[in-house]
């Protein structure tokens, strides 16, 4: 029976997606919401003619247009008191707008609608009471034709407009509308808004991608793990309602695997047994040959025999596993070389750092070992080279033999394969010694790889990981 998954739907990586979709949502309509409510404007509102002309006077009474002049019953008064508890108008206005007073008249700025200007100027001089010279208009863009009324009404300009009277002493009175840049008011607010959605959203997204990458992470290292090791342990079942499915799984699988190589070896293990039985008759009944049919007879029988000798070898190599120890994979293959070495077999190592990992000291030693007798059979010299790198390792062993043809270099860790090239029975073995190396190089997470020297002979690579520091 399986247990309980949490938090139901909510608890699997659908759930966790949808909560973190959710919360990003929430955060960005908050952060929608907040600058709807709390915006600034974007522009300076638009302002109206009179107002204008208003803030232009300074309250200075100005006579009246003449008779039959357009008069929009507006007289320079000043602008009227704010109602109490609210701010005065001119105020902010006065933030939206730069009053300043100038010895001479504004020219027209880059980019100033000459016709619309013209036509309001004419329009501020009557508010005014003023001769046309005596005012300066421009404005930046016209207004829209649903802002464009009558002669009668009291038009409005956007921002970007530059208006100036010129008074009776000939002072300039300069009123210019402020166009804030990039960043406005507004932009800061969205800005400001958009930072915060994000570091609010930030942690918690980090939060829910790690809670989903783990378990994945630790399903893959648990992959890994059983392709270097069948009989690593099971996956623990931890993380959301699809990783349990797919862990429960992927464990069935293991084991299922193991029940498969131990069937195997054991199958192979009793039949190679039960053939020395019938080996042995053969032997007993040679006596009854001549010779020299009996010398070749014997000589297939023995050799039979080490083969069955020799898988059984490799079959127990492969189901007993030594212990894993940190070990100095240097002094290793030292040991190694100073022991060939005292034979009168020509075997170097060069120098270099020591390489600390994690093996099994024996399966490696057979390793170095069958590489190096390899070496000696098909090139009668081994040079050994160890590097060091941050994450493996690798032992580099060549010889001057003939080498290996690129299409049988896969081929030769094939069990019981040799190449008759350079691989003849006269060397001896039968043809496990690489399959060894293999196998053992794999079950340390490695591999293995062969390579044609250009100044001939075979150069062996062994890689090796480095567990992290």
């Known amino acids: 029976m399986k247990p309980p998954r949490g938090f139901g739907v909510l608890g699997g990586i659908f759930g966790r997606t949808f909560l973190l979709t959710l919360a990003a949502l929430f955060v960005a309509v908050a952060v929608g919401i907040a600058l709807l409510i709390t915006r600034p404007p974007m522009h300076n509102a638009p302002v109206r003619l009179s107002e204008i002309a208003r803030q232009l006077s300074g309250g200075e009474r100005r006579p009246r247009p003449p008779p039959g002049a357009l008069d929009f019953g507006m007289e320079n008064r000043g602008p009227p008191g704010p109602p109490p508890g609210e701010p005065r108008r001119n105020d902010a206005m006065r933030r939206e707008w730069q009053l300043r007073d100038a010895t001479a008249a504004p020219v027209s700025p880059p980019g100033a609608d ?51 009277w010129q008074r009776d002493s000939g002072a300039w009175r300069v009123m210019e509308s402020v166009v804030e840049g990039f960043p406005n008011a507004f932009h800061r607010q969205a800005l400001w808004l958009f930072a915060l959605g994000l570091l609010v959203l930030l942690p918690v997204s980090w939060l829910f991608a790690r809670a989903l990458a783990a378990p994945i992470r630790r399903f893959s290292e648990g992959a890994k793990r059983l392709g270097t090791d069948p009989h690593a342990p099971a996956l623990p079942r931890e993380g959301p309602a699809e990783m349990l499915d797919a862990i429960d799984s992927f464990n ?33 009944r040679l006596d009854g040959l001549e010779s020299p049919l009996k010398e070749k007879v014997e000589s297939d029988i023995n050799e039979m025999k080490l083969m069955i000798s020799a898988a059984l070898d490799f079959l127990r190599d492969q189901t007993t596993r030594g212990a894993r120890q940190k070990l100095d994979l240097r002094l290793l293959v030292e040991s190694v070389v100073d022991d060939q070495t005292d034979v009168g077999h020509d075997v170097t190592l060069a120098g270099g750092e020591s390489v600390v990992l994690e093996g099994d000291p024996l399966s490696l030693r057979r390793l170095v070992v069958n590489l190096v007798d390899n070496a000696l059979k098909y090139g009668e010299r081994a040079r050994l080279r160890l590097r060091a790198g941050p994450h493996n390792c690798s032992i580099e062993i060549d010889d001057d033999g003939p080498g290996i043809p690129e299409t049988l270099q896969q081929r030769v860790f094939e069990p019981f394969f040799r190449t008759e090239v350079s691989r003849n029975r006269d060397t001896g073995g039968i043809g496990l010694g690489l399959t060894t190396v293999r196998s053992i190089v794999l079950d340390h997470g490695g591999n293995i790889e062969l390579r044609n020297r250009k100044e001939g002979g075979l150069r062996v690579v062994v890689s090796l990981p480095v567990p992290g520091q």
């Open 252 to 284: 069935a699988m293991q084991g299922r695997i193991t029940r498969l190589l131990e069937e195997r070896s054991h199958m192979i293990g009793a039949i190679a047994h039960d053939l020395r039985t019938p080996l042995m008759r053969l032997s007993f």
């Open 114 to 164: 000459r016709e619309a200007s013209e036509r309001l100027r004419g329009l501020l001089a009557l508010r005014l009471g003023v001769d046309r010279e005596r005012v300066r208009l421009f404005v930046l863009e016209e207004a829209p034709p649903g802002e464009r009324q009558g002669p009668g009404d009291d038009p409005q300009l956007r921002e970007g407009f530059v208006a100036a």
